[in-house]
């Protein structure tokens, strides 16, 4: 019965967490193991910040989807007219979507399906997210020719999605823990098309640890970049990734204006001090709002009775949400709470 198999695989997946790897070990182990029971010709899994959407990391199962794919992969991820990526997904709080489900129109429309999977000869796509307690942790996309991913397929999958939330959540929660070293900021001009127009020396050394995962990574994670900025409403686009190493950086991308070209796009990349993944942290260790709010009071510096009068809670309140938050995280006092919230990081 493939319901034994679903509880065996979930098992198993908690013994990869609870080994303590980090994101991209443990996908790369994680598709290996599911692909016994749910073939595909290429694969490819995604960890997803859950606060923006944004993908963090991509890993590839073997054989790998080719290098010059990658960019018109990643440019029809952010694209606002593409059916059914992983971003809007988790908006519409689906579980699970197959190219096939979609009306013919809706699939000509795809330019993954138009300009990646036509090609590589592939016609049939299944994508699941990785959903814990409603949170988005991450998402697999699935290919191969021939037959159609079946309902038993699906169903395996989607039985096996949270373990592999809750996973992720834990390898995020692993890495962003660990200490690292900072790096100075760094500054990338794109084209118009994508095309690196200038860089700093610091983006080097990003560029050398993002095409560590794979070539090519950098200039596919800077498409990206820019077709967020000229997108977004704002005029910005925010994203955090991750490098080969497991090291953390926050990317802010903006169009310039008054340059040679109008759709010239500024990309600063600057490595992420522990406190800027505080956010991803109260994820990671599943608090609640209020439990999120006591927190960052806490990681002020402010004693029980100026939280409750912050909050407008009784210091009674206060204290209980702090004995469900040191449960959650498996602290006893306040300084290891901020400790482990609050990751330190290595000068140079």
């Not at 073939?39 to 995604?46: D, I, M, P, Q, R």
Request: glycine share 8%.
């Amino acid at each position: 019965m493939w319901e034994e198999r679903a509880y065996r695989v979930r098992r198993d997946i908690a013994a990869l967490a609870a080994s303590g790897l980090g994101v991209s070990d443990l996908h790369a182990a994680a598709i290996e193991l599911m692909g016994h029971d749910v073939k595909a010709e290429l694969t490819c899994w995604a960890a997803i910040d859950p606060e923006n959407l944004v993908i963090s990391t991509m890993t590839s199962g073997e054989p790998r989807i080719p290098h010059q794919y990658e960019p018109l992969l990643a440019e029809a991820e952010y694209s606002p007219r593409e059916p059914h990526t992983f971003a809007s997904m988790a908006r519409r709080r689906e579980a699970y979507s197959r190219l096939s489900d979609l009306p013919l129109r809706e699939q000509e429309r795809s330019a993954r399906f138009r300009n990646v999977w036509r090609p590589l000869g592939v016609q049939q796509e299944l994508r699941v997210l990785f959903t814990s307690d409603g949170v988005c942790w991450g998402a697999a996309g699935l290919v191969r020719a021939g037959k159609d991913f079946t309902d038993r397929d699906v169903e395996f999958f989607t039985a096996v999605g949270p373990a592999l939330a809750s996973a992720t959540r834990l390898a995020v929660r692993s890495e962003i823990s660990g200490r690292t070293q900072a790096i100075r900021p760094a500054i990338v001009v794109l084209g118009s098309h994508g095309e690196l127009r200038s860089a700093t020396p610091e983006a080097q050394r990003w560029r050398e640890r993002l095409d560590e995962i794979a070539p090519g990574r950098f200039m596919v994670v800077m498409r990206i970049m820019a077709g967020g900025a000229r997108g977004a409403a704002s005029g910005g686009f925010r994203a955090r990734i991750r490098d080969a190493r497991g090291e953390w950086a926050l990317l802010q991308g903006s169009p310039l204006m008054g340059g040679d070209d109008d759709g010239e796009v500024a990309v600063s990349i600057e490595q992420v001090a522990g406190e800027q993944l505080v956010g991803m942290l109260f994820a990671a260790y599943d608090l609640s709002p209020r439990e999120q709010e006591v927190c960052r009071q806490v990681i002020a510096g402010y004693p029980t009775a100026a939280i409750a009068a912050h909050l407008l809670v009784t210091p009674n309140t206060v204290q209980d949400h702090l004995k469900s938050v040191f449960a959650k995280t498996g602290v006893r006092s306040r300084g290891e709470l901020v400790a482990r919230l609050q990751p330190s990081v290595d000068s140079p």
